[in-house]
């Protein structure tokens, strides 16, 4: 008999719950036929701006997951000056990211010092087979397209320089 107040108070609590989405309306979305906007700044998946990308390797050595694929090689470049001596350039070849492997963390995108990583609000990028996973720089560049602006400085946060 003891087992009866607490089953009434459950039952309460449902249909409180009933009569408020019966009332209010329900808040369920139909997804693939309605989709919601993603919140501002939300991530989704990581895009690639590959000119940026020095291939110093900080993202992936920084990666918890080892999920980044980084190769490149050395090019010789024209001085910056006339008479200088040419200096050497690294030329990415191949930047994947294993998106079977990544738990989305971020520290990619916070430790590139060259700002060649960015969350994307894409959120979808489902495929049939785990292997297909494996994104590619084209991939990862086709999304730079979907990265939002960033927000404006607020009044008086511009950067010190030297005086």
């Given at each position: 008999?003891?087992?009866v107040?607490?089953?009434l108070k459950?039952?309460?609590?449902?249909?409180?719950?009933?009569?408020r989405t019966?009332?209010d309306?329900?808040?369920?979305v139909?997804?693939?036929?309605?989709?919601?906007a993603p919140?501002?700044r939300?991530?989704?998946?990581?895009?690639?701006?590959?000119?940026?990308?020095?291939?110093?390797m900080?993202?992936?050595?920084?990666?918890p997951?080892?999920c980044?694929?980084?190769?490149?090689?050395?090019?010789?470049?024209?001085?910056?000056?006339?008479?200088?001596?040419?200096?050497?350039?690294?030329?990415?070849?191949r930047?994947?990211?294993?998106?079977?492997?990544?738990?989305y963390?971020?520290?990619?995108?916070e430790v590139?010092?060259?700002?060649?990583?960015?969350?994307?609000?894409?959120?979808?990028?489902?495929?049939p087979?785990?292997?297909?996973?494996?994104h590619?720089?084209?991939?990862?560049?086709?999304?730079?397209?979907?990265?939002?602006?960033a927000?404006?400085?607020e009044?008086?946060?511009?950067?010190?320089?030297?005086?």
């Amino acid at each position: 008999m003891p087992k009866v107040p607490g089953l009434l108070k459950g039952l309460g609590v449902t249909l409180n719950t009933l009569k408020r989405t019966t009332i209010d309306g329900a808040n369920t979305v139909q997804y693939p036929h309605e989709k919601e906007a993603p919140p501002v700044r939300a991530r989704g998946v990581i895009a690639l701006r590959e000119d940026n990308c020095t291939s110093c390797m900080l993202c992936a050595r920084s990666c918890p997951d080892w999920c980044i694929y980084i190769e490149g090689h050395k090019e010789l470049a024209p001085p910056r000056r006339a008479g200088g001596k040419p200096r050497q350039v690294n030329k990415l070849d191949r930047f994947d990211i294993d998106y079977a492997l990544c738990m989305y963390c971020g520290i990619c995108v916070e430790v590139c010092p060259f700002d060649a990583l960015f969350w994307s609000p894409e959120y979808e990028y489902s495929e049939p087979r785990i292997a297909d996973l494996l994104h590619d720089k084209v991939k990862l560049g086709e999304w730079m397209e979907t990265v939002p602006e960033a927000p404006a400085l607020e009044a008086g946060a511009e950067k010190k320089g030297k005086k």
